[in-house]
């Protein structure tokens, strides 16, 4: 039992020490932090502006679509738009469409595979936003909008 109660004392001190010590030690290094030392300063807040590219979906098969959707809010789509991945296709497909069109040929190739089912006939725009991301996913709201390109997918079954 007195050992237990010695183990207690020690773990309490220790994580005390570690948690003083943490707080502490980036006074004395100038502002830095010391792996794997955690400090308040490291959290400030979210990040307060992103630019981004996203997808907004304007007719899909017959339906048009009065006020063009983004494709993550689409319910129309099939689940697979709302994956991770999908954000990263876009994301290189954005960086291609204003640097290389070349490459953005093939990339948009591949996005719209997965994206979209044969036969579905699709007219979107790829857009770079600048937002606040806790502003854009509760409430939609984003800074600017710049409209990259018109696209349509159209393809027949075979």
Not at 58 to 77: K, M, T, V, W, Y
Not at 122 to 131: D, E, F, N
Request: proline fraction near 5%; charge should be positive.
């Amino acid at each position: 039992m007195d050992k237990r109660i010695n183990q207690k004392i020690f773990f309490v001190i220790f994580c005390l020490t570690y948690f003083i010590g943490s707080q502490i030690a980036p006074h004395f290094l100038n502002g830095q932090f010391i792996y794997p030392f955690y400090h308040w300063k490291l959290f400030e807040g979210p990040p307060i502006v992103r630019e981004d590219y996203f997808i907004t979906v304007e007719a899909f098969n017959d339906l048009n679509i009065e006020e063009s959707c983004f494709l993550q809010n689409c319910h129309f789509l099939p689940p697979v738009a709302k994956r991770n991945r999908i954000y990263q296709k876009i994301q290189r497909f954005g960086r291609a469409v204003d640097q290389s069109p070349a490459q953005a040929d093939e990339l948009r190739d591949s996005l719209e595979k997965r994206l979209f089912r044969d036969g579905d006939s699709v007219s979107y725009q790829l857009v770079k936003i600048r937002y606040k991301p806790v502003d854009f996913v509760t409430k939609q709201i984003f800074y600017s909008k710049n409209s990259l390109g018109s696209f349509t997918k159209k393809m027949s079954l075979e």
